[in-house]
């Protein structure tokens, strides 16, 4: 089982629409959790970090269920700007080690 | 303007040919760390350091070596290069802590023939 798993899409939605993103991790003893994006073939950057209480920064939602080791993303109002491969990223432990899922794409369509 | 920078963007050598890809980061940061990315496999964790002179293994460190003589460089070190090792490199850097962002550098697309 991988440590990090994520649906791989592709999600292919029209403009506007709402999308949401799951994932779940392996190891209870995770400590902090985060969304990447990364364009095609160019480097991950940080969306947002996903904290127990959820949070929130504009259109995008993140949730955190450490009971069921579960981690969302939701974007509402889709912009085709927002076409990427979204990553699910968990860390944890002494070695302050990042461990990616495979990513999901997302596709807006006009 | 904080950045990590990784040289060279794209490079295509043959088996065995030893080869270097550098990684700077003007951040200060004490961790860094270098990963590559293959289709279906996501990002993979070659090699970490979190400070000078301390360097350990990631998931597939095999094939590789690294460095870590001052804080701001991180190189990557291909003694050997196989067709196998044919994938998109990433270096990364950020500070120790649960809550730390991770700067990533734009990647070295290497293609081993």
């Known amino acids: 089982r991988k440590e990090v798993e994520q649906d791989p899409g592709p999600f292919n939605v029209p403009e506007g629409a709402t999308v949401a993103f799951n994932c779940t991790y392996s190891?209870?003893?995770?400590?902090?959790f985060f969304w990447y994006r990364q364009d095609c073939r160019k480097e991950p950057k940080l969306l947002m970090s996903?904290?127990?209480s959820g949070n929130e920064d504009g259109r995008f939602t993140a949730q955190l269920n450490r009971a069921s080791q579960y981690i969302s993303l939701l974007i509402r109002d889709s912009k085709l700007s927002d076409s990427a491969t979204y990553l699910c990223?968990?860390?944890?432990?002494?070695?302050?080690?990042?461990?990616f899922g495979t990513g999901t794409l997302l596709a807006v369509q006009p | 303007e904080a950045q990590v920078t990784q040289n060279p963007r794209y490079l295509i050598t043959v088996t065995g040919k030893k080869l270097t890809v550098t990684c700077s980061q003007n951040?200060?940061?004490?961790?860094m760390s270098w990963y590559r990315q293959d289709p279906g496999l996501g990002l993979r964790q070659i090699y970490y350091?979190?400070?000078?002179?301390?360097?350990d293994k990631g998931d597939v460190p095999e094939g590789y070596k690294v460095s870590r003589k001052e804080k701001r460089n991180f190189p990557l070190i291909l003694e050997s290069p196989s067709p196998n090792q044919t994938s998109l490199y990433f270096c990364?850097?950020?500070?120790?802590?649960?809550?730390?962002?991770?700067?990533f550098g734009q990647g070295t697309r290497l293609t081993v023939v």
């Open positions: 996903v904290y127990s």
């Open positions: 350091s979190m400070n000078v002179e301390v360097t």
């Open positions: 990223v968990v860390r944890g432990g002494a070695t302050n080690k990042l461990i």
């Open positions: 990364a850097s950020s500070f120790v802590g649960r809550n730390t962002e991770a700067f």
């Open positions: 951040m200060n940061h004490e961790y």
């Open positions: 190891n209870s003893a995770s400590q902090s």
